[in-house]
């Protein structure tokens, strides 16, 4: 059984910053890429952030230069370091993992945390 907690979300000021914590558990063998997803109402899920294995990342247009993605693979925990925080990024955030157990390789999705930004 495996299992993606995400924790550190919440209510932030515009111009605030949070950080989030993804960790993975469970009969895990090896975890590729893993990443951070957002939805907020009325709207398509869209990519964050997105880190593999070997530490590349790619990030959506609309964060770049505000989140960094990192991971502490010893852990199997990524973090999300938003800054700059805007009322737009407010959204139930998912963390992910293509990751692979003794038998399947497959997809995980944590269950979400809120984003609130907002005076």
């Known amino acids: 059984q495996v299992r993606l907690v995400e924790s550190g979300g919440g209510l932030v000021q515009p111009g605030g910053s949070l950080r989030l914590s993804c960790a993975a558990s469970g009969n895990i063998f090896k975890i590729n890429a893993m990443g951070w997803y957002r939805q907020a109402p009325g709207k398509e899920r869209e990519l964050v952030a997105r880190?593999?294995?070997?530490?590349?990342?790619n990030y959506g247009d609309s964060v770049k230069g505000r989140f960094t993605i990192s991971r502490d693979n010893a852990k199997n925990t990524a973090y999300l370091q938003m800054n700059s925080l805007k009322p737009e990024d407010t959204a139930v955030y998912y963390c992910?993992?293509?990751?692979?157990?003794?038998?399947?390789?497959?997809?995980?999705w944590g269950q979400g945390t809120q984003v609130t930004v907002s005076s």
């Open positions: 992910n993992a293509d990751l692979a157990t003794m038998t399947i390789v497959q997809t995980y």
């Open positions: 880190i593999t294995s070997g530490s590349s990342t």
